[in-house]
């Protein structure tokens, strides 16, 4: 039985991953975290879920509650909350899986400094789909070569508030990284006006925001007379925490670093 602490448990993805983990006989939540302040503090977090009581409740002090976890999950995009997060963890010696996005190159290396000496999963996207498919379009690019251009395009909920989207970036740095590009130099974010012809070296790069979209992305692989695409689309939320949690499972007793989903599924590099 793994011990769960989730943070950041009263949104969206902390409810659901809550709700997944109290069907999953592997599984037992433990502990429930949010922000100082947060309406939900104090409330039961089995009932916060849907799923009725668990007797635990939600709080706001994170090292109390790591002695009675095995380890913790965390999808909460405030850069600040994810750094303090990873120094807890490491001072508890605690592995942590992580589904923040948005950081910055700073917070990164912020990130990485407070988790050295841990077990760490971070990924953009937890879901087993996009973890191959981004395997896919490495592959794709490289067998397709420089003759065929390169898009990304992803659409999202009206509520998110990075954009493009962290799985958006890992799809084009896939790709550029088997075409030998330097992404933050051939990143094309959008086009207007009279920009020129399209260039070998770029990657465009687009978000659209409407509605509840849980999360569509596509890469266009464009040539002469004929086009190749990859398609992902989430229908729910749950295809994001399912990943998460067997990350969870896999991640405890690894040696310390950093891994992604590509370690958990056991996928060889390319």
């Known amino acids: 039985m793994v011990r769960l602490l989730v943070c950041g448990t009263a949104g969206r993805m902390g409810r659901r991953l809550v709700a997944l983990a109290h069907d999953d006989p592997e599984l037992k939540v433990t502990g429930a975290t949010e922000r100082a302040g947060h309406p939900a503090l104090g409330t039961d977090v089995g009932e916060l879920a849907g799923v009725g009581r668990m007797g635990v409740p939600v709080a706001v002090d994170l090292a109390a509650a790591l002695p009675a976890a095995d380890v913790v999950v965390a ?61 896919l379009v490495e592959e794709a690019a490289s067998l397709l070569g420089p003759s065929f251009d390169i898009e990304v395009v992803e659409s999202h909920h009206s509520l998110k508030k990075d954009a493009p989207s962290g799985t958006a970036l890992s799809l084009a740095r896939a790709a550029a990284r088997a075409r030998g590009i330097d992404l933050e130099q051939g990143a094309r974010h959008g086009r207007k006006g009279l920009v020129g012809e399209r260039t070998r070296n770029e990657i465009g790069i687009h978000a659209l925001r409407a509605g509840d979209i849980v999360g569509h992305h596509t890469v266009l692989f464009g040539g002469m007379g004929e086009t190749l695409e990859f398609v992902h689309r989430a229908q729910s939320r749950d295809t994001f925490a399912v990943g998460a949690l067997r990350a969870a499972k896999w991640v405890i007793g690894q040696p310390p670093g950093f891994y992604t989903m590509r370690d958990v599924l056991g996928l060889k590099p390319l």
Do not use: H, M, W, Y
């Open 75 to 135: 999808f909460v995009n405030v850069a600040a909350a994810t750094i303090d997060q990873a120094q807890a963890c490491a001072a508890a010696e605690k592995p942590l899986v992580v589904g923040t996005t948005g950081l910055s190159e700073d917070q990164e290396r912020q990130f990485r400094q407070a988790a050295a000496g841990i077990p760490v999963v971070k990924a953009s996207n937890f879901s087993v789909g996009v973890t191959v498919l981004l395997q």
